[in-house]
T-cell receptor, first 116, second 110 residues
């Protein structure tokens, strides 16, 4: 049973609209991430957060922004959607042990965005 | 630029055979290694992680790590058609983010 939730699952929206993709987790994980994945392609990190009030840009240049006001919530906003933003957006969270051991990500179900 | 390389496949094996999936990574300082399975149209799910050189077994899955050769592999014994998916190798180099390979598609035929 997934403890990380993304909404909406599917979204079709017109060019120029502002959209927010929601991501929430109930595991108390400090670290959260947004990845973009086109069909059959690799995952690209677009934003991540180490905790409340912490946000960092990833490797993929993106016109999106994120916020982390609460531990459990990490929304992604596109101010002006374009057809090039059509993709699957995956949210993930992770726990890191006291010795720095990484236990991997838990992914949400994803949001498939189509901009027309 | 940290890189994780995987053969894109598809790797085709008959039901009941052993599937061997391979991954190499460029950052010699990498510390943690992960295998994810991703079914078409779904999000990745964690299968195994490994930190130390050698083998780690979990049911039908065995992860193998050789840090000197910068090589990670995943063996799937008694492959089933339900194992048909794309397998992603991911590497952590001391920060919280993971670097993913492009994935290897596995096809298990009945």
């Amino acid at each position: 049973e997934a403890d990380i939730y993304q909404t909406p699952r599917y979204l079709v929206i017109g060019t120029g609209k502002k959209i927010t993709l929601e991501c929430s987790q109930t595991m108390g994980h400090d670290k959260m991430y947004w990845y973009q994945q086109d069909p059959g392609m690799e995952l690209h990190l677009i934003h991540y957060s180490y905790g409340v009030n912490s946000t960092e840009k990833g490797d993929l240049s993106s016109e999106s922004t994120v916020s982390r006001i609460r531990t459990e919530h990490f929304p992604l906003t596109l101010e002006s959607a374009r057809p090039s933003h059509t993709s699957q957006y995956l949210c993930a969270s992770s726990f890191q042990g006291g010795a720095g051991d990484h236990y991997g990500y838990t992914f949400g179900s994803g949001t498939r965005l189509t901009v027309v | 630029q940290k890189e994780v390389e995987q053969n894109s496949g598809p790797l085709s094996v008959p039901e009941g055979a052993i599937a061997s999936l391979n991954c190499t990574y460029s950052d010699r300082g990498s510390q943690s290694f992960f295998w994810y399975r991703q079914y078409s149209g779904k999000s990745p799910e964690l299968i195994m992680f490994i930190y130390s050189n050698g083998d780690k077994e979990d049911g039908r899955f065995t992860a193998q790590l050789n840090k000197a050769s910068q090589y990670v592999s995943l063996l799937i014994r008694d492959s089933q058609p339900s194992d048909s998916a794309t397998y992603l190798c991911a590497v952590n180099s001391g920060y919280s983010t993971l670097t993913f390979g492009k994935g290897t598609m596995l096809l298990v035929s009945p």
